[in-house]
């Protein structure tokens, strides 16, 4: 087990104000993507202090590394580049990495499981927000959708549908506050449901098959009865959208299965650096498929062929490379009982990006990333003995 010095007070100060600004970066990302980035900033000047005042070694999971190494290739991606200089722009995203070693680094031992209650709280008034929006507000059509303070529908559910996801972990693997999560898990549910959005009911379905069979098989007989309520019970606006995601002449469905073969096209006129990244949208019209619906999308609305197609096939692997070490890693820490719950965590949002991201690019949001790489990282930084 690792474990990371003592520290001095002016740099125990440091660590106190960094672990304070992720904790703000876990909740305030389900608000406000400008605030989020405001205390990122903090916690990384914060980490380079502590750093280097202590003269450490700069310690991360070993699933960083694969990440790393896709970061690298996404770089050599904008360099070829048709647009280099819109392609590196689009690149900043990549500094987000840097929330896996900030929250190794900071969220360490009984940290990590208090993140995710901050986080749980922080999302249950964000759930509210957007059911009161739904209910009040009207905003209970496709032209007007929940979606809490946040830029857009999809970004909003994401989040919801990772923070169900730890919900759930924590009551079916936790040892403490579970009953918190217990009441913020309906709550989770509804607002994603309300949202209209498809993709992420699929990516919590699936983490909570996931998770119910990690617990115990038989529990995978709650969801098809949670399922059959919803349908009887939903409004009918609400059920007919879920059932249409079966319907393959809805223009949304057939809008994507035409995105999959630009996406083809984009792949064997690039196959070693893509298009580019931020291309796709650019060069839209070059590969649109006849059957396309929408005359220009901004991705391909599918995680590994939107990869792919705009930073290339090697990237692609690095990418899978990240994905696979990092399942084997969590699995393997299901049998270690002080992070049971945060690895079945990482494991249900991993299979949540996983699902939800065959019919949305959610891997390219920057609000969703964050979330994402926060609950990823929390099962090894709760390995690590806390410093202060």
């Given at each position: 087990?690792?474990?990371?010095?003592?520290?001095?007070?002016?740099?125990?100060?440091?660590?106190?104000?960094?672990?304070?600004?992720?904790?703000?970066?876990?909740?305030?990302?389900?608000?406000?993507?400008?605030?989020?980035?405001?205390?990122?900033?903090?916690?990384?000047?914060?980490?380079?202090?502590?750093?280097?005042?202590?003269?450490?070694?700069?310690?991360?999971p070993a699933f960083f590394w694969?990440?790393?190494?896709?970061?690298?290739?996404?770089?050599?991606?904008?360099?070829?580049?048709?647009?280099?200089?819109?392609?590196?722009?689009?690149?900043?995203?990549?500094?987000?990495?840097?929330?896996?070693?900030?929250?190794?680094?900071?969220?360490?031992?009984?940290?990590?499981?208090?993140?995710?209650?901050?986080?749980?709280?922080?999302?249950?008034?964000?759930?509210?927000?957007?059911?009161?929006?739904?209910?009040?507000?009207?905003?209970?059509?496709?032209?007007?959708?929940?979606?809490?303070?946040?830029?857009?529908?999809?970004?909003?559910?994401?989040?919801?549908?990772?923070?169900?996801?730890?919900?759930?972990?924590?009551?079916?693997?936790?040892?403490?506050?579970?009953?918190?999560?217990a009441a913020v898990l309906p709550?989770?549910?509804?607002?994603?449901?309300?949202?209209?959005?498809?993709?992420?009911?699929?990516?919590?379905?699936?983490?909570?098959?996931?998770?119910?069979?990690?617990?115990?098989?038989?529990?995978?007989?709650?969801?098809?009865?949670?399922?059959?309520?919803?349908?009887?019970?939903?409004?009918?606006?609400?059920?007919?959208?879920?059932?249409?995601?079966?319907?393959?002449?809805?223009?949304?469905?057939?809008?994507?299965?035409?995105?999959?073969?630009?996406?083809?096209?984009?792949?064997?006129?690039?196959?070693?650096?893509?298009?580019?990244?931020?291309?796709?949208?650019?060069?839209?019209?070059?590969?649109?498929?006849?059957?396309?619906?929408?005359?220009?999308?901004?991705?391909?609305?599918?995680?590994?062929?939107?990869?792919?197609?705009?930073?290339?096939?090697?990237?692609?692997?690095?990418?899978?490379?990240?994905?696979?070490?990092?399942?084997?890693s969590l699995g393997r820490r299901?049998?270690?009982?002080?992070?049971?719950?945060?690895?079945?965590?990482?494991?249900?949002?991993?299979?949540?990006?996983?699902?939800?991201?065959?019919?949305?690019?959610?891997?390219?949001?920057?609000?969703?990333?964050?979330?994402?790489?926060?609950?990823?990282?929390?099962?090894?930084?709760?390995?690590?003995?806390?410093?202060?």
């Open positions: 087990m690792a474990h990371a010095p003592a520290l001095d007070p002016p740099a125990d100060r440091l660590e106190q104000i960094g672990l304070l600004a992720l904790f703000g970066v876990a909740g305030g990302v389900l608000f406000s993507i400008a605030v989020a980035q405001i205390l990122l900033a903090l916690a990384v000047v914060c980490w380079i202090a502590v750093v280097a005042t202590r003269h450490e070694r700069i310690a991360v694969p990440l790393l190494a896709y970061a690298g290739a996404t770089l050599v991606s904008a360099a070829f580049s048709p647009e280099p200089r819109v392609s590196l722009i689009d690149c900043k995203q990549l500094v987000l990495f840097l929330l896996v070693p900030l929250v190794y680094r900071f969220v360490t031992g009984s940290r990590a499981t208090t993140m995710v209650t901050v986080i749980l709280s922080f999302a249950a008034v964000s759930a509210a927000f957007g059911i009161f929006q739904y209910a009040i507000l009207h905003y209970d059509n496709l032209g007007r959708r929940p979606q809490g303070t946040l830029g857009h529908y999809m970004t909003y559910s994401g989040l919801l549908m990772l923070v169900l996801a730890a919900a759930l972990a924590r009551i079916l693997f936790g040892r403490s506050e579970r009953t918190w999560a709550a989770l549910a509804v607002a994603i449901a309300v949202t209209f959005t498809r993709s992420a009911a699929v990516g919590a379905c699936a983490a909570a098959a996931m998770l119910l069979s990690l617990k115990d098989f038989r529990l995978l007989a709650v969801l098809p009865i949670v399922a059959a309520v919803f349908l009887a019970l939903a409004p009918a606006t609400l059920s007919a959208r879920f059932v249409t995601m079966f319907n393959m002449k809805d223009p949304s469905s057939r809008d994507r299965l035409a995105m999959l073969r630009e996406g083809a096209h984009m792949i064997r006129a690039h196959p070693l650096v893509g298009v580019g990244p931020n291309m796709v949208e650019v060069l839209y019209s070059q590969y649109r498929d006849p059957d396309a619906v929408q005359k220009v999308n901004p991705h391909l609305h599918n995680v590994p062929m939107q990869i792919a197609a705009e930073r290339g096939l090697p990237a692609l692997g690095l990418w899978l490379w990240f994905i696979v070490s990092l399942i084997v299901l049998g270690h009982d002080r992070v049971r719950f945060l690895a079945a965590s990482g494991l249900a949002a991993v299979t949540a990006m996983l699902a939800a991201g065959m019919f949305e690019y959610n891997f390219g949001d920057s609000e969703f990333l964050m979330m994402f790489l926060v609950l990823i990282t929390l099962p090894f930084a709760g390995e690590r003995t806390t410093t202060t």
